[in-house]
């Protein structure tokens, strides 16, 4: 499943009789599963997790253990293709996934458009929308870490966001458009799809970027605020900092890379009940990126009023004891 293998089993080498227990728990020999490609599609979901650095076995442990099992085994037996899994997965999850199409689109279970949505996910799950078979199966995308009924309502709210922006590339190069170029400066109520979700998902992204943020070095905050808040260069950055450019740009790429890490992290762990908020459950990697998705797109965020100007510390403080 995405590049899971049976040769590449590295952080569970030595560790059989937990792969044993896991395999057991999830029912993949019923699938006709073989033990070495499950563990293949254990480790590579830790992989996703915590990246190719191994975060010690302990964490692994934990991580694996937590995992829907049972939904992963069934996700990676549809997508080597085995007939008795998928016919199982269309028994199980069809009529799920047809209501929650009908939710998404706030129409009928058995209408025609929630009955497209769900029947064109089902097509490319099986592997058939690119004519290559289960090879190019999308469950090789699902890691285990939600329900699969979360991931697969997470996948169809995604499509229909795709599928709405397509519409809107189209309508731009419409010909009323083109005769009036006025148009594409006028700003107007945005449509949003109808993801019931959607507001939740956003919460959720303003919180965790919070939290985020806060942890950051006063100077990394800075870096960010200068370039973000007040879209300095970076040549005058480096002069605000005492850095070389090429430094700063440096810098910048790992404190975004950093802040999306620990936004994501903080996603997948949930939220305790504080300060008037109730307790949240942890999301799965679909849904973390809808949130992404949906504040690119509404852009709640205002980094002016999270970044007030500090004073930085300057490289000669920095090196004093």
């Given at each position: 499943?995405d590049?899971?293998s049976?040769?590449?089993?590295g952080?569970l080498?030595?560790r059989?009789?937990?792969?044993?227990?896991?395999?057991?728990a999830?029912?993949?020999?019923s699938w006709?599963?073989p033990?070495?490609?499950?563990?293949?599609?254990?480790e590579?979901?830790?992989?996703k997790?915590f990246?190719?650095?191994?975060?010690?076995?302990g964490?692994?442990?934990?991580?694996l253990?937590?995992l829907h099992?049972?939904?992963?085994?069934?996700?990676?037996?549809?997508?080597e293709?085995?007939p008795?899994?998928?016919?199982?997965?269309?028994?199980a999850?069809?009529g799920y996934?047809r209501s929650?199409?009908?939710?998404?689109?706030?129409c009928?279970?058995d209408?025609?458009a929630?009955?497209e949505?769900?029947?064109?996910l089902?097509a490319?799950?099986y592997?058939?929308?690119?004519?290559q078979?289960?090879?190019r199966?999308?469950?090789r995308y699902?890691h285990?870490?939600?329900?699969?009924?979360?991931?697969?309502?997470?996948v169809l709210?995604?499509?229909?966001?795709?599928?709405?922006r397509?519409?809107?590339?189209?309508?731009?190069?419409g010909?009323?458009d083109?005769?009036d170029?006025?148009q594409?400066l006028q700003?107007?109520?945005?449509?949003?799809p109808?993801?019931?979700?959607?507001?939740?998902?956003l919460?959720?992204?303003?919180?965790?970027?919070?939290?985020?943020l806060?942890?950051?070095?006063?100077?990394e905050?800075e870096?960010?605020?200068l370039y973000?808040?007040e879209q300095r260069?970076?040549?005058?950055?480096g002069?605000?900092?005492?850095?070389?450019?090429?430094?700063?740009?440096?810098h910048?790429?790992?404190?975004?890379?950093?802040?999306?890490s620990?936004?994501e992290?903080?996603l997948h762990?949930?939220f305790?009940a504080?300060?008037?908020?109730?307790a949240?459950?942890?999301?799965?990697d679909?849904?973390i990126?809808l949130c992404?998705?949906?504040?690119a797109?509404d852009?709640?965020i205002d980094?002016?009023?999270?970044?007030?100007r500090?004073k930085?510390?300057?490289?000669?403080?920095?090196?004093?004891?």
């Amino acid at each position: 499943m995405d590049g899971a293998s049976p040769g590449g089993i590295g952080w569970l080498t030595g560790r059989q009789p937990f792969v044993d227990q896991l395999f057991t728990a999830s029912g993949a020999a019923s699938w006709g599963l073989p033990r070495d490609l499950f563990a293949a599609t254990l480790e590579h979901s830790a992989r996703k997790r915590f990246g190719e650095e191994s975060p010690g076995a302990g964490k692994i442990e934990e991580y694996l253990s937590a995992l829907h099992l049972q939904d992963l085994a069934l996700a990676c037996a549809c997508a080597e293709g085995r007939p008795n899994a998928w016919d199982h997965f269309v028994a199980a999850f069809r009529g799920y996934m047809r209501s929650a199409a009908s939710a998404i689109l706030r129409c009928p279970p058995d209408s025609p458009a929630a009955c497209e949505l769900a029947d064109s996910l089902l097509a490319d799950l099986y592997g058939l929308a690119d004519g290559q078979g289960s090879a190019r199966s999308l469950f090789r995308y699902f890691h285990g870490r939600s329900s699969l009924k979360t991931w697969l309502r997470a996948v169809l709210a995604q499509r229909h966001i795709d599928s709405i922006r397509a519409g809107r590339r189209f309508k731009e190069l419409g010909e009323d458009d083109a005769h009036d170029p006025r148009q594409k400066l006028q700003s107007g109520p945005q449509f949003h799809p109808g993801d019931p979700h959607r507001d939740r998902y956003l919460a959720l992204f303003g919180r965790a970027f919070n939290e985020a943020l806060a942890k950051l070095e006063p100077r990394e905050r800075e870096r960010l605020r200068l370039y973000y808040a007040e879209q300095r260069t970076l040549a005058e950055i480096g002069r605000a900092l005492g850095e070389h450019e090429s430094s700063v740009s440096r810098h910048l790429d790992r404190v975004r890379r950093d802040l999306r890490s620990a936004v994501e992290t903080i996603l997948h762990r949930g939220f305790g009940a504080e300060n008037g908020f109730a307790a949240q459950a942890g999301l799965s990697d679909p849904e973390i990126t809808l949130c992404f998705e949906y504040c690119a797109e509404d852009a709640p965020i205002d980094l002016e009023k999270l970044l007030p100007r500090t004073k930085p510390q300057s490289p000669a403080a920095r090196k004093r004891p």
